[in-house]
């Protein structure tokens, strides 16, 4: 199973951009990568999800490169509601009754600060 | 109109005691989850099912007994409640259609055991 490694917290100011790397090094070639926020006392919510190079949405870009080993989320000019802790997550879809163990990692704190 | 919610949202008993937390889910995916998020913030999987069917059963006690009496209800219920048991229990439920890992979670449920 991927295990995923990122900074336990990132602090920045408002109107500026953040970028939080996520490494996975164990990645599989089936493997997607998601990242989720989670805002305090509610559940997470996905934000995006690639699988190589760019993917962008209107919350967030994700850069992965070629040998997918990390991935970095981009968040553009954050404000002080993108306080939340971001999860990068690792896994394979796969259905059919096969069991898939999809794992949270530890996730990166960001503080925005005005 | 809230797509994933779970009831109760604040559960607080003694050791010893059972207890049930529902979730329903109102988008017409076919899996569901229940989640555990301790004090540090981990959040692990417990359970999946796809259609009612169980899918991940992780290494949970047998205390803990899923049941999914239909695809838009998957309902926990714990047995002899221990005070590891405390933390926020958090559901969620992904569409056929998309990724697994595309998540849409609920507000959580936090059990609190005395």
């Known amino acids: 199973l991927a295990k995923t490694t990122q900074p336990i917290s990132m602090d920045s100011y408002e109107g500026q951009e953040v970028n939080i790397t996520c490494s996975h090094n164990n990645i599989a070639t089936n493997d997607y990568i998601t990242w989720y926020q989670q805002f305090p006392s509610q559940g997470p919510r996905f934000i995006i999800q690639g699988y190589k190079t760019k993917v962008t949405n209107e919350v967030a870009s994700l850069f992965i490169p070629a040998d997918r080993k990390s991935s970095t989320l981009s968040l553009p000019r954050v404000s002080l509601s993108d306080t939340a802790v971001y999860y990068c997550?690792?896994?394979?879809?796969?259905?059919?009754?096969?069991?898939?163990?999809?794992?949270f990692g530890t996730g990166t704190l960001l503080a925005v600060q005005p | 109109d809230t797509a994933v919610s779970q009831t109760p949202k604040y559960l607080v008993t003694q050791m010893g005691n059972d207890k049930s937390i529902k979730c329903e889910q109102n988008l017409g995916h076919d899996t569901m989850y229940w989640y555990k998020q301790d004090s540090k913030k981990f959040l692990k999987i417990m359970f999946s099912?796809?259609?009612?069917?169980?899918?991940i059963n992780e290494t949970v006690p047998n205390r803990f007994s899923p049941k999914s009496p239909d695809k838009a209800h998957l309902n926990l219920h714990i047995n002899s409640l221990e005070l590891g048991d405390s933390a926020v229990y958090f559901c969620a439920s992904s569409p056929p259609e998309g990724r697994q890992e595309t998540q849409y979670f609920g507000p959580g449920t936090r059990l609190l055991v005395l």
């Open positions: 997550l690792v896994g394979d879809a796969n259905y059919g009754g096969a069991t898939n163990k999809l794992i």
């Open positions: 099912y796809n259609n009612k069917e169980l899918i």
